[in-house]
Structure formats: C-alpha cells, structure tokens
C-alpha cells in the first residue's frame, strides 16, 4: 500500500493512475510530449493560428517566432478553407478574423474539440464589436477607492434618424464637445473613423449607427494597458489635445480624429509633465484587468484609458480592443511565449486537481 495525494492506493491502483495520468498529458501535448509539469524545449506546444496577413506580419515577427520556437512553440497557420478539423492537431488556436461563418466555425470546433484552447471565445469577442456592449463591463464594475476611480465617459447610442441627434442630444444633457464613434467595429479602416463634434447643428450631418461620447479633457496622452493572460504592459501613447472653454465658443463642425494613438513612437520617452505621464496605479490596473477578464471571458486584450486632466485619479476606459496591435508592445514575445506555456502547465494541473479528487 502507498499513499497518493493523502489516500491510500494499493500497487495496482497506483499503476493504473500513472497510465491514465500518461494519457491525460500525452491528450494535452497531442502526443508529441509535454513531460510531467513543463514543456521542454526539444518538445512541441502546437499553436494553430487564423490571422489577417496584416495580423500574421505584425505579430508573428521572426524574434518571436525564433523565440517560441527555442521553448518549443511551433505556430501553424491555418487554412481557413478547409474543415478545421482536419487539421493540427493543436494545443491552442488564436484568431482574430471577422467573418460570421469563421465566428460558426471556431464555435463548433470549441464544442468538438474541448481539449484545445481557443484564444478566444467568438461570443466574448463579439462583446467587443460594439462600443457600447463594450463598456458595459467597465460601467457595472464600479470601480471606486482602489487606488482611483474609473469610469467610462457619458455616451449615448444613435442608431437612427440623424436628423434627431441634436434632441437626443440635449435630451440626455450631453456636454459639447462629442467624440462621434462608429458603433460597431469591424475591423474595418470605417470603424475608426471618429469626429470631434463642437456644435449640435454639425452632429445632424453623422451617419449612424454610432456612438456620441463626451469628451474628456486628458492632457493628450492615452494609456494603453495590454492584457495577455495574467500579464499587465502599459504604454503611453499621444493622444487628442485638451480643448478650451474658448475653443467652444469659437470652433464650430466636425473635425475627423486623427489616429495618433497608433503611431509607432511611443509617448513613453516624451518630456512630460508628471501630472499627466504617471502611470495610473498598479493596485487600480490589476483589479480593473482581473474584473474585465472574468466579465469578459477574455484573455487578449487591451484597454484604451485616459486620466481626467486636472486630477491624479480619476480615469476613463475609452476604447477595449480584442487581440490589439501586440506586436507594439514591449517585450511581447517573452510575455506571450510564457503566456502560451502557463495555458498547458494550467491544463495539466487541472487534470491532475481533477484526479486526485476522485
Ligand atoms: O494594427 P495595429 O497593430 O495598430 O492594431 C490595431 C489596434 O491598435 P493598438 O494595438 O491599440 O495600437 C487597434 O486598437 P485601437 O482601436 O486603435 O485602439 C485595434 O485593436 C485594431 O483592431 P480592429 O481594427 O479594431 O479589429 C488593431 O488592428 P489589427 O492589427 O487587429 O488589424
Ligand atoms: N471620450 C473621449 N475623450 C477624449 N478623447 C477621446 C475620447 N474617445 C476617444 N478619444 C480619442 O480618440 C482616439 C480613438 O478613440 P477610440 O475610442 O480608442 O477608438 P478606436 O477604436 O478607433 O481606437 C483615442 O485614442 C483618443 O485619442
Ligand atoms: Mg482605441
Ligand atoms: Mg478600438
């Protein structure tokens, strides 16, 4: 007699739990062999991926690739012409393409294939493919006295009638000036077309469906809090300038947003004031990224956040993006090389958790 995991097993008990426990890593590894605990370098975690071109080439870069490929990680794309299915087998599938037929797909091949981790589920992404649907997760959190409070600007939705939006307008006591968002994003160069409305004369000319956002003054820098996993990265970016009182009553129209925030240099070595560069506060990110992904299902995403000019803590989520531009943030492939070992030392410690509890 032994004892395993505090129960007592006879010689032929303890054999047939090591077999199965043999079956379940080889299930995990597809056979090619993850060895007890951790993937070793000689072996293969098989990431199976469905990306635009875009997408493949800004994240997939060689050093990432030579990077995962040392702690045996290969990446096989994906043809998304044949049955999903026939091929891999995979560990792990990350995609991020739009069409509602690869949104069918990538559900029925979850269901059939549990044993695989699809980073991430079509229907938590989805949530994402709405600005307002979006948000929604920020505004039930409430997230006050952690360190600062964060919100998400006031926002109403236009799905009609552009002709109504100056009385919807007043009717909700928006404040000018808006930022005009198109409400759904597609992945399209359209969904990031975004105005800065100054008059409510102008805000008759915008096409719904959209969004009408306050907004907030913020010194011009946006923080981009990457999530992977359980990782936290933040970047600065520049932003939109504050507006003056003065600007309101002189400035009238419509003025496109430029994307500033995307542009490759980083705010991050600009001479800043202090007051408006400071990071926003560990404690605060973490508890904000912990409720985003348990209420959004998600494990690759980021946050779009602005600090309100003139106060050290109040922040607003302004934008959440799925499977972002990863490819911009520092140190990424070591951040999702790790991420993408933990998900299979994660599966195999679950199995063995649910063993030892028989
Ligand atoms: O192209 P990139 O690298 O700038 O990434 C885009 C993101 O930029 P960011 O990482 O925030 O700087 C971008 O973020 P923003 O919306 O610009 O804040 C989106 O996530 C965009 O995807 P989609 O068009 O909304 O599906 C992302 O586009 P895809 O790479 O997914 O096509
Ligand atoms: N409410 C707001 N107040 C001030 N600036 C904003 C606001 N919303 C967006 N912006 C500016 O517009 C940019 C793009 O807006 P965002 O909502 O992130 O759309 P996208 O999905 O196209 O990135 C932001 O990075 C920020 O510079
Ligand atoms: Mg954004
Ligand atoms: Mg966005």
Known sequence: MKKLNGKVVDEEELEELEEEKEKVVETYSNGVGVSFGFPQPDQNLVVGYALTVKKETSFLKPNFRGLARTKGIKFVCIDVNRPLSDQGPFDVVLHKLLAKEWCEIIEDYRHKHPEVTVLDPPDAIQHLRNRKSMLQGVVDLNLSDCHGKVGVPRQIVVTKDPSSIPYEVTKAGLKLPLVAKPLLVDGTAKSHKL?????????????????LQEFVNHGGIVFKVYIVGESITVVKRFSLPNHGKRDLSKVAGMYPVPRVSSYLSSAEDADLDPSIAEHPPRPLLEKLATELRRRLGLRLFNIDMIREHGTRDVFYVIDINYFPGYGKMPDYERVFTEFLLSLVQSKYKESTFLKSSF
Do not use: C, R
């Open 195 to 211: 105005f800065v409305a100054y008059d409510q004369l102008s805000l008759a000319e915008l096409e719904p469906p959209l969004v």
